[in-house]
């Protein structure tokens, strides 16, 4: 149980631990904190972190009124902020951003609370992130929101990226677009998304595409998708190996790529053809041509 000594210094007792008392002094550099205790342990977390982390709005407020600086960060420059976001706490990270924090905070790791946010699957969370200035589109070398949110398969979060004007076919060196991630974690709600939305089926990690990732799991859905939406069975990664090549043998997937081995239907050739002449907004500029529903639903993949 902690109590207030001072202004800056804490009692701390461990009841049933067998631990002795110590004082934890609460030192601030700028906008560091650091908690020495005298007592062999050592945390660097500051009441605002606790009460932003357990999503505990009244402490914060009153913490926030009493003069508590919004933007002490952790030796790992992790935020109040960041740890509302990986909460989901939508209010808390309001009422941190309205007092001033600093909504692109990077922490050592390159994480951003737009990051942890998407960690959370709170899409609360990046609306109001978005809405007081965050950055939707990182640089590579930071943790990427969009990345995160598909490999967890928070496709709320995802679209609402997207309709930020992040670009939807990112690579990151280490993780691929987020078209790869979603075949890699097989998303599924993810991948049908993307598509949909443009995203291009033969674009993955380097060499290796979507298929290849799918490949190496075991959705044959996720294979009949990609497929369907035009992906290249010929294409080979750094390896000089195909999907097919990747397939376990005798799996579902190895048998669904053997099966679209063949050539495409002419009706499959001339949705390609339709669709990649209206660009990325197709799915919103097929229905401004009126054309007979069943072929406007088939251009939909509906």
């Known amino acids: ?12 007792e461990v009841s049933g631990s067998g631990r002795r008392l110590g004082v934890w ?34 402490a914060l407020k009153t913490l926030i009124a009493q003069g508590v600086n919004v933007n002490l960060v952790t030796i790992n420059r992790v935020s109040s ?35 942890n946010a998407c960690c959370s699957g709170s899409a609360a969370c ?20 969009i990345h995160e949110a598909v490999k967890r398969g928070n496709r709320e979060c995802m679209e609402i990226l997207l309709a ?11 993780l691929g677009t987020p078209l790869y991630v979603a075949c890699t974690y097989q998303r599924l709600d993810c991948v049908k998304k993307l598509l949909e939305l443009g995203a291009n089926v033969d674009h993955g990690q380097w060499l290796d595409t979507p298929l290849h990732a799918a ?35 005798k799996s579902g997937v190895q048998q669904a790529l053997l099966l679209r081995e063949g050539p495409p239907a002419l009706s499959q050739l001339c949705r390609l053809c339709v669709r990649k002449c209206l660009g990325r907004t197709c799915h919103q500029t097929i229905h401004k041509l009126y054309l007979p529903e069943p072929l406007e639903k088939f251009l939909l993949y509906q």
Not at 28 to 41: A, L, P
Not at 86 to 101: R, S
Not at 126 to 145: D, I, M, R, T
Request: overall charge negative; aromatic content about 4%; glycine content about 8%.
């Open 1 to 12: 149980m902690l109590q207030l000594t001072g202004e800056n210094e804490k009692n701390l």
């Open 25 to 58: 002094k609460e030192v601030s550099f700028g906008d560091y904190i650091c908690h020495t205790f005298q007592g062999d342990c050592w945390a660097d977390r500051s009441p605002l972190h606790e009460a932003a982390a357990q999503g505990r709005l009244l």
């Open 81 to 115: 902020l960041h740890e509302a976001c990986l909460g989901g706490h939508v209010a808390c990270a309001k009422a941190l951003l309205e007092n001033g924090a600093h909504v692109n905070g990077v922490t050592v790791h390159g994480a951003t609370p737009l990051f």
């Open 126 to 145: 990046v609306n109001v992130l978005l809405e007081f200035g965050a950055k939707a589109q990182l640089e590579v070398h930071l943790a990427s929101p």
């Open 164 to 174: 930020n004007n992040v670009n939807i076919d990112q690579e990151v060196p280490h």
């Open 215 to 249: 490949a190496k799991q075991d959705s044959v859905e996720i294979i009949h998708l990609l497929i369907d939406y035009g992906a290249s069975l010929k294409c080979k990664n750094a390896q000089g190996k195909s999907a097919l090549d990747l397939a376990a043998p």
